[in-house]
């Protein structure tokens, strides 16, 4: 027994963390004697539809299966994709069976969370956008959540033990519960205590919305802290919030009347896309939660495509060893690996595991550039209605 109800890294690594019925497989072919030579491929969706995703989750996938003697292609992680696969397997089907389950866990859950920040960041392109939403998923995984917020674009996150896992610092300032700690109608010796014990360096956001109007508040902190407020935070509760966009503006307004003007507005509080789109006129940064923390996996599968060097596949799904290229209208377009690929297009497949050994190297600043590359080229529509 665990003190948590986690599934420590040396059993996912063992291929221990799987599904029942891949260990009757395993038992069964063994029995048989039976260990073809495979071809196998992840995908999402066979066809091309235009609804593009954002690909992570390759650096834990690629960790999990070194050292197994197989060859595995891959997208490079912050790639957007459309149909098709996105990683390759080619080996003997005993020697990597037990390993879907965390494979596909790694990818689905890293892509969907890197999607939903791919559109939080294209609903906001010139504002400042971080990740707030790792309180909503099972703390093991909150460094998943962050790198993948990064991946799809977001400025930042709160998580103080994944900024230590990713090399980054956290950001965050304070909560409700610091107000509250001081008592109704002491904010200011709230935000006056915060300023006097933080050190220089950390930014002076007030946050103002505890008790009162947020308005009142807001012009409040601003004559308590004078110079020295950066920002304020307005995150107020949608069962109490109305008009958001109007309460923002009417902040907005109070400041600029006072001369206020280099004080930046700062929202949270279960935002999406829309939300965004609405408000980011009026606001110089956002706190995304659970709409990037809670995203939907993206549906992968793992299937086997070719074995003993002949087509194979399951109903539904296309046989034969495939290729997927990025064509120079940023299209996304698949093809069998043995014939010609689209004119001009880029193969995105590549090579990441020979025999086992890792043959590429995994940059966090180098994905997310690559993503920011791939999106502007790509140019994915998001949702409006997301």
């Known amino acids: 027994m665990t003190a948590f109800d986690i599934i420590p890294p040396e059993t996912i690594a063992s291929g221990k963390a799987t599904d029942a019925y891949f260990d009757r497989t395993v038992e069964t072919l063994e029995a048989t004697d039976t260990n073809p030579h495979v071809v196998a491929e992840v995908t999402a969706d066979q066809f091309s539809d235009g609804e593009f995703e954002l690909l992570a989750g390759v650096k834990d996938a690629v960790e999990l299966l070194s050292g197994l003697p197989i060859d595995v292609w891959t997208l490079p992680e912050g790639t957007l994709f459309d149909g098709g696969p996105v990683m390759r397997i080619e080996g003997n089907y005993l020697d990597f069976a037990r390993y879907e389950t965390s494979l596909l866990g790694f990818l689905s859950h890293a892509s969907g969370i890197a999607t939903n920040a791919m559109r939080a960041r294209q609903a906001a392109p010139e504002t400042t956008v971080l990740s707030f939403g790792a309180r909503h998923v099972h703390p093991s995984i909150a460094a998943v959540v962050e790198r993948s917020a990064l991946v799809g674009g977001l400025d930042g996150f709160s998580h103080v033990a994944a ?10 300032t304070m909560p409700h519960a610091l107000l509250i700690c001081f008592g109704r109608g002491n904010q200011e010796a709230a935000w006056r205590a915060y300023d006097e014990t933080m050190p220089s360096a950390a930014p002076r956001v007030a946050l103002c919305d505890t008790y009162s109007d947020e308005v009142d508040e807001v012009l409040r902190a601003a004559a308590e802290l004078g110079e020295d407020l950066d920002s304020v935070r ?28 280099d004080i930046d507005i700062f929202v949270s509080g279960g935002l999406g896309p829309a939300d965004l789109r609405r408000l980011r006129e009026h606001v110089d940064g956002f706190g995304v939660g659970g709409f990037v923390s809670n995203a939907d996996p993206v549906d992968f599968a793992l299937d086997i495509v070719e074995v003993e060097g002949e087509p194979a596949a399951k109903r539904g799904k296309l046989s034969g060893t495939k290729q997927v290229y990025r064509t120079p209208d940023g299209g996304h377009h698949v093809a069998l690996v043995d014939r010609v690929g689209p004119s001009g297009g880029t193969p995105l497949l590549e090579p990441v595991i020979e025999d ?31």
């Open 163 to 172: 900024g230590e896992v990713l090399d980054r610092e956290a950001g965050g």
């Open 234 to 261: 307005l995150d107020t509760t949608s069962s109490r919030r109305g008009d958001f966009e109007q309460i923002v503006r009417e902040v907005r307004w109070e400041l600029e009347a006072r001369g206020l003007d």
């Open 356 to 386: 086992g050994t890792v043959t590429r190297e995994f940059d966090l600043d180098a994905t997310i550039d690559r993503a920011a590359r791939d999106i502007e080229r790509v140019d994915p529509v998001s949702d409006p209605d997301a």
